[in-house]
């Protein structure tokens, strides 16, 4: 987005971040079975990718937020759905 200039430390944090979700979304998709401790660990990521803005970055401006904010908040959703899951999976 239009913070690469203005935080540097913020895009490289965010380029790692969404490498490691796919990673464990690679892993959910190849073998579920052996991956279903790892899925509040996406809610994890999601809590912390919203608080990075503010530990990470130095004073981020709105659209900044906003984009952390967001893409946060999908992350701890879509991590919620993978933990039901594979808490409804596991106790059938």
């Keep these: 987005l239009h913070f690469t200039a203005s935080q540097p430390a913020l895009v490289t944090h965010n380029l790692v971040m969404g490498i490691a ?7 959910f998709t190849v073998m579920p079975e052996r991956m279903y401790g790892l899925s509040w660990a996406i809610c994890a ?3 912390w990718i919203i608080v990075s803005t503010w530990v990470v970055g130095s004073s ?3 659209g900044i937020v906003i984009n952390n904010i967001v893409v ?3 992350t701890v959703l879509l991590g919620m759905v993978c933990a039901g899951a594979t808490t409804r999976t596991r106790s059938t």
């Design 21 to 27: 979700i796919a990673v464990l979304a690679l892993g």
């Design 45 to 47: 990521i999601g809590a």
């Design 60 to 62: 981020p401006d709105a």
């Design 72 to 74: 946060g908040g999908l």
